[in-house]
């Protein structure tokens, strides 16, 4: 239908609709992207992110809400009481590198120093900013966020500063960015401060490990640097697999501690240089069993012990301890199967000479399909290939 002027009429259950004007449009599209850009970084606050990875998050995120084409996330060193950039946009690798701003500082220094956001529309007729401070930066619009992760008057401490500049369409920054990205920057200090906590406590379980592995090789000189040596092979298998930080930083830890439980067998087992004996070879097919023990009653980050338990048994369902077979054994167990073996086949003993690389991969190979994971030792070619050390065949 027409109105009295000729124009099409749209009707929907007998109403006119009207249509919504381009800028409505336009600024819901853009409060959709602000609320986004805020939901990503609150859910980087649950998560076991490592911190490298939440700053540059967190910055992406700021850019994108302001459309700011410039911009850099500092931390404070609590040490030095020093601002450094810890990930930037626009800025070259020269000033990212020097830059070191002390509390009280510049913009930023101030910022952090009082923990208190600054929006400054014109940088050169701005009363908070000395005049000299307008020839540092490209735009005259500038916006200084302190990140903290509380109010300060609750115990807050500033953990850093988020700088945005150069907005894409040359406008200054408006009051909507400025809160938006005080938002975003509280959502930050908890996610950072959570992150900084995480590391500690993964650094703590990490001096814990090397502690009881020292207590291995110490016991055991022999088989010295194994354990690091079948952690790197199964790190680099688990990522050539996709498997997802969290679980390869487990298998990680586990590669590390699943022969702890050789620390009950006698010495004399353990670098016997001749075949051993049934009664030998029973002892030495606990130790999955005792490793697991040893390392069940430590409240690990990640559930390291299915892996250390189960990486001496087969897809083929003969192996140890619990005879499981194909997809039945973890994933990460079927990974340090492979990285164990191909370490013992590939390191030097006293009682043998070592296999080349080659060998070792045919000598994995042959035995897919009942000992090993095919595709895990697919995964190790492609590693050591990629790595350049697949050496020649004798």
């Known amino acids: 239908m027409k109105d009295a002027r000729g124009n099409k009429k749209s009707y929907r259950r007998g109403r006119a ?25 609150s859910k980087l606050i649950a998560s076991n992110v490592k911190l490298d990875a939440l700053l540059d998050q967190v910055l992406t995120s700021a850019l994108q809400i302001t459309r700011a084409r410039r911009g850099s996330l500092m931390l404070l060193d609590e040490r030095s009481k020093e601002l450094t950039i810890q990930s930037a946009r626009g800025i070259s690798e020269t000033i990212i590198k020097r830059t070191r701003i002390r509390l009280g500082e510049g913009i930023a220094g101030k910022v952090a120093q009082e923990g208190r956001a600054l929006l400054i529309s014109d940088i050169e007729k701005d009363r908070r900013v000395r005049r000299r ?25 500033v953990v850093g500063v988020i ?18 990205i005080s938002v975003l920057a509280g959502q930050a200090a908890i996610a950072i401060e959570n992150a900084k906590l995480f590391e500690l406590l ?12 020292s207590a291995l090789e110490a016991k055991d000189k022999v088989t010295r640097d194994h354990s690091e040596r079948v952690a790197s092979f199964a790190v680099a298998m688990a990522q050539e697999l996709g498997l997802p930080p969290e679980e390869t930083e487990g298998l990680r830890m586990a590669a590390f501690l699943h022969d702890i ?23 030495v097919r606990k130790h999955p069993d005792t490793s697991a023990k040893i390392i069940g009653g430590i409240q690990f980050l990640w559930n390291v012990v299915p892996f250390v338990r189960h990486h001496h048994e087969r897809v083929d369902g003969k192996g140890f301890p619990g005879k499981l077979k194909g997809r039945q054994i973890p994933l990460g167990a079927r990974i340090l199967a492979v990285a164990d073996s191909f370490e013992a086949m590939t390191a030097e003993r006293p009682y043998k000479n070592p296999k080349s690389q080659v ?9 897919s399909g009942t000992r090993y994971d095919r595709r895990v030792v697919d995964a190790l070619v492609r590693t050591l290939k990629r790595g350049k050390c697949y050496e020649q065949g004798r």
Request: hydrophobic fraction near 40%; charged fraction near 25%.
């Open 359 to 367: 060998t070792a991969i045919a000598e994995l190979k042959s035995l």
């Open 133 to 157: 401070s307008g020839g540092r930066y490209s735009t005259k619009s500038f916006i200084s966020v302190p990140l903290v992760s509380m109010p300060l008057r609750v115990h807050g401490k």
């Open 163 to 180: 700088n945005l500049s150069d907005r894409a369409d040359a406008q200054p920054f408006s009051e909507r960015d400025f809160w938006v």
């Open 17 to 41: 609709c009207a249509a919504t004007p381009p800028a409505a449009v336009s600024r819901q599209k853009v409060e959709l992207k602000e609320l986004f850009a805020l939901f990503e970084v």
């Open 261 to 283: 439980g050789k620390l009950g067998i006698d010495i004399s087992i353990l670098s016997k240089p001749g075949k051993l004996t049934d009664e030998e070879w029973e002892i």
């Open 202 to 213: 993964r650094n703590s379980y990490m001096d814990t490990i090397k502690v009881l592995v």
